[in-house]
């Protein structure tokens, strides 16, 4: 099968379960918008190298795929979705970010103004940042659209731009 499959051409895009709905879609927005954030997370993973931030990295990476599932989801076919194992982001994974946040902050200062580009990493996990808000932002208006969204995918979006900031800290302090 190829991944030119056309059927982008008329200006839609497929949800789950091939749900067919146009590229400026809330949901097709929030998804790309995550899609965006797990690159820019790659873009920080190659520039840690063989490191432990990297597998916590690559950790989060697929928790945003689990994260995008749940975006690409309509409300109907939740039922389906939870039939077919679909995964769900859970207060636990949120917790678990929230933790490695308190951990990195008292590795670092937080009381200047910060400037990014003070290493490739620190640089890297700044853009990761920023495209993370982005995609909270989009999580919100979906949120806004549809008020049954899991919850949580907010909490974990936003506790993960925090953790980017203070792992951008700790990147650029050494």
């Known amino acids: 099968m190829s991944i030119s499959t056309q059927t982008g051409d008329d200006g839609t895009s497929a ?8 590229k400026t879609n809330a949901h097709i927005e929030a998804v790309r918008a995550v899609d965006e954030l797990n690159s820019a997370l790659g873009m920080a993973r190659a520039a840690a190298g063989p490191v432990p931030l990297n597998a916590e990295i690559l950790r989060i990476q697929s928790e945003l795929v689990t994260l995008m599932g749940e975006l690409a989801l309509l409300d109907e076919d939740r039922p389906r979705y939870e039939k077919a194992g679909g995964q769900f982001i859970t207060s636990e994974s949120t917790a678990r970010l929230t933790s490695l946040v308190h951990q990195g902050e008292s590795k670092v200062s937080l009381t200047d103004w910060t400037m990014p580009g003070g290493s490739p990493l620190g640089a ?25 969204l899991n919850p949580e995918l907010i909490r974990y979006l936003n506790r993960l731009s925090d953790l980017c900031f203070v792992w951008a800290r700790e990147a650029e302090t050494g």
């Open 15 to 22: 949800l789950l379960f091939n749900r067919r709905v146009s």
């Open 124 to 148: 890297s996990l700044d853009f990761a940042r920023t495209v993370c808000r982005r995609a909270e932002r989009r999580a919100v208006q979906l949120r806004d659209l549809h008020p049954s």
